[in-house]
């Protein structure tokens, strides 16, 4: 995954929680989120 990828779709991702919270989210989102999370400490920390 590229960089500005995994952040664009962390931003995409707090937007959406922020913006609609009465969303059910998948748990499948969940799992992505994480993943990008653990990508971009692996690239940037």
């Known amino acids: 995954l590229d960089r500005l990828q995994?952040?664009?779709s962390m931003i995409i991702?707090?937007?959406s929680y922020f913006f609609y919270p009465s969303i059910n989210?998948?748990?499948e989102l969940f799992i992505?989120?994480?993943n990008v999370q653990n990508?971009?400490?692996?690239?940037?920390?």
Do not use: R
Request: hydrophobic share 65%; with cysteine.
């Open 6 to 8: 995994c952040v664009s």
């Open 32 to 34: 992505v989120f994480s």
């Open 39 to 45: 990508i971009l400490v692996q690239y940037w920390f």
């Open 13 to 15: 991702w707090f937007l």
């Open 25 to 27: 989210y998948p748990v």
